[in-house]
């Protein structure tokens, strides 16, 4: 009967920790930070970095954040009773 043996490898075994797992986060973040004062809707920059790093969290985090800010620009929102918000939608 042969003898069969398990490889491991020599390097991390963690998958994309550190440094290279945060990146994504780290960049949408910024690129909010930049892009959304000038834009009526927010988390454009964020969805736009989840989805070409092929970042799930990163992505769906922006995406709600454009919903939100959608809900906001929304004119059925007004007729709701809502309160305008600084970026001049309501919410």
């Not at 069969?4 to 075994?13: A, E, N, Q, V």
């Not at 780290?26 to 927010?42: A, K, N, T, V």
């Not at 919903?67 to 809502?82: A, D, H, K």
């Amino acid at each position: 009967m042969a003898r069969y043996r398990r490889s491991r490898g020599r390097g991390r075994s963690r998958g994309i920790g550190g440094i290279k797992g945060m990146l994504p986060a780290i960049l949408g973040g910024l690129g909010d930070s930049i892009i959304d004062p000038l834009l009526p809707i927010d988390g454009v920059a964020g969805s736009a970095v989840g989805v070409f790093m092929h970042n799930n969290t990163v992505r769906d985090i922006g995406l709600y954040k454009v919903g939100y800010s959608l809900g906001g620009i929304l004119p059925i929102s007004g007729l709701l009773g809502g309160v305008q918000n600084n970026k001049g939608g309501f919410q």
